[in-house]
Every structure is written in structure tokens, then in C-alpha cells.
């Protein structure tokens, strides 16, 4: 990176275009936007922009460091090794410990089908599904490959307790009834909690629980 805005400073001096001016000035913009970005939740999908600078900057150093060198070929075959085995660690990190270290993730909830399934077994007939779940019919649509027609339903009609496909209800009812069947996100203790003060019982399907009323 210091070769890098050496070569800034060069291009400014003499007046000439030089690669490294937008890059470094992206990277400035990133780390700018970096600290406006503020709430309670992570947002930093919006600098993925870094990476492109931190490539360009991981190649630039590479090929001065090889300039520099009498037996280049080690030093290119000792990076290329590197790369690959970090590769190797991050994928097998990224695909099978990520998704339990940080469970429950904020943006991505779990797979709606085990309890979908689970749902169509047990014969429930008209009895009303009410999914108190995160994108609950995002999910369900998902799991039940319903046609997108019939989940055509808007933000206004949702909060309006509007939002149901057949006797599926993406909202939470103004009174539980006991023929009532409530599906729960397993991480939302607090609802979890309510449900089950009011005498329902919950089963574990997935990452879901599903809630009926058990006399």
C-alpha cells in the first residue's frame, strides 16, 4: 500500500495518469463510508468494494517483491502455496463451522421444508398456520413451491394482517384460539416463552418449533 500511494504521490507531482490514483481513492471512499455506517446491525456488505482495492494493492506488491528477487520462481511458487492453503482453510471454515459459530444469523434464517413436511403430515386439515417467523412467506413459498400468484401480497397488506395463502397467515392473530397452529423461529426465545405460558407446546423441526395447544 505505501508503494502504492508512492506512486499517488508521483502521478500528482508530474501531472500523469497513474492506475494506482483510482484505486487508492476507492480505498479512501471505502474506509470514508466505513465510518458513516452506524445501527445496530451489520452492514458491511456495503464495502465489498475493498477487496477489489486489496487485490490490486496484494498484486501490486507481488510483482515489485518479484522484480526485486534473483530466484523469483521460489518466491512465486512459495505465494501460489500460501494462497492455496489459506483458500483450502477459509472454504472448509466458510461451508462447515461458519453457519454454527454464528447461528442465529441476523440476515439468513433457516430451511423451511423439514417443518413444512412435518406440517403436511400431520393432517391439520383447515385448522389456521400462523408463521410468527422472519420473511415467513419467503420461506414457506420456498418450501412449498407455491405459484408466485397466489404470494402476490404487498408490505401495506402484511401489516395489515392481510398477508395468508389458504390457510397459511404470515401475521401474528389478535387472540389465539386453541385449534390455532403456530410456527416460531427456534432462536426467538421471547415468543417462544409467550406460547408457551399460554399452554402451548412446542415440537423441534429444523430451525423452526412447531406450537399447538395441548389441554
Same mark, same amino acid.
Given at each position: 500500500m505505501l508503494l502504492a500511494a508512492r506512486g499517488v504521490y508521483r502521478s500528482l507531482k508530474s501531472r500523469?495518469?497513474?492506475?494506482?490514483?483510482?484505486?487508492?481513492?476507492?480505498?479512501?471512499?471505502?474506509? +470514508?463510508?466505513?465510518? +458513516?455506517?452506524?445501527?445496530?446491525?451489520?452492514?458491511? #456488505?456495503?464495502?465489498?468494494a475493498m477487496y477489489f482495492c486489496w487485490a490490486y494493492l496484494a498484486v501490486y506488491g507481488i510483482r515489485r517483491v518479484y522484480e526485486l528477487l534473483k530466484r523469483p520462481k521460489?518466491?512465486?511458487?512459495?505465494?501460489?502455496?500460501?494462497?492455496?492453503?489459506?483458500?483450502?482453510?477459509?472454504? #472448509?471454515?466458510?461451508? #462447515?463451522?461458519?453457519?454454527?459459530?454464528?447461528?442465529?444469523?441476523?440476515?439468513?434464517?433457516?430451511?423451511?421444508?423439514p417443518a413444512y413436511e412435518e406440517l403436511e403430515r400431520m393432517e391439520l386439515g383447515e385448522r389456521p398456520i400462523y408463521y410468527l417467523t422472519p420473511y415467513g412467506h419467503v420461506y414457506y413459498a420456498l418450501a412449498s413451491q407455491v405459484s408466485p400468484f397466489e404470494a402476490n401480497f404487498t408490505a401495506e397488506e402484511s401489516l395489515a394482517g392481510l398477508a395468508s395463502i389458504g390457510n397459511n397467515h404470515f401475521y401474528n392473530p389478535a387472540m389465539p384460539q386453541a385449534n390455532t397452529v403456530f410456527v416460531v423461529w427456534d432462536a426467538d426465545e421471547e415468543l417462544i416463552g409467550i406460547l408457551q405460558d399460554i399452554g402451548f407446546t412446542g415440537k423441534t423441526v429444523g430451525g423452526y418449533l412447531i406450537f399447538t395447544y395441548i389441554p
Amino acid at each position: 500500500m505505501l508503494l502504492a500511494a508512492r506512486g499517488v504521490y508521483r502521478s500528482l507531482k508530474s501531472r500523469e495518469f497513474s492506475i494506482d490514483v483510482p484505486i487508492i481513492a476507492l480505498l479512501f471512499s471505502v474506509f +470514508c463510508l466505513a465510518l +458513516c455506517l452506524g445501527g445496530d446491525k451489520p452492514n458491511i #456488505n456495503k464495502l465489498n468494494a475493498m477487496y477489489f482495492c486489496w487485490a490490486y494493492l496484494a498484486v501490486y506488491g507481488i510483482r515489485r517483491v518479484y522484480e526485486l528477487l534473483k530466484r523469483p520462481k521460489v518466491f512465486l511458487g512459495a505465494v501460489a502455496a500460501i494462497y492455496a492453503a489459506s483458500f483450502l482453510f477459509f472454504a #472448509n471454515y466458510y461451508f #462447515n463451522e461458519y453457519p454454527k459459530d454464528l447461528y442465529p444469523q441476523i440476515i439468513f434464517y433457516p430451511d423451511m421444508r423439514p417443518a413444512y413436511e412435518e406440517l403436511e403430515r400431520m393432517e391439520l386439515g383447515e385448522r389456521p398456520i400462523y408463521y410468527l417467523t422472519p420473511y415467513g412467506h419467503v420461506y414457506y413459498a420456498l418450501a412449498s413451491q407455491v405459484s408466485p400468484f397466489e404470494a402476490n401480497f404487498t408490505a401495506e397488506e402484511s401489516l395489515a394482517g392481510l398477508a395468508s395463502i389458504g390457510n397459511n397467515h404470515f401475521y401474528n392473530p389478535a387472540m389465539p384460539q386453541a385449534n390455532t397452529v403456530f410456527v416460531v423461529w427456534d432462536a426467538d426465545e421471547e415468543l417462544i416463552g409467550i406460547l408457551q405460558d399460554i399452554g402451548f407446546t412446542g415440537k423441534t423441526v429444523g430451525g423452526y418449533l412447531i406450537f399447538t395447544y395441548i389441554p
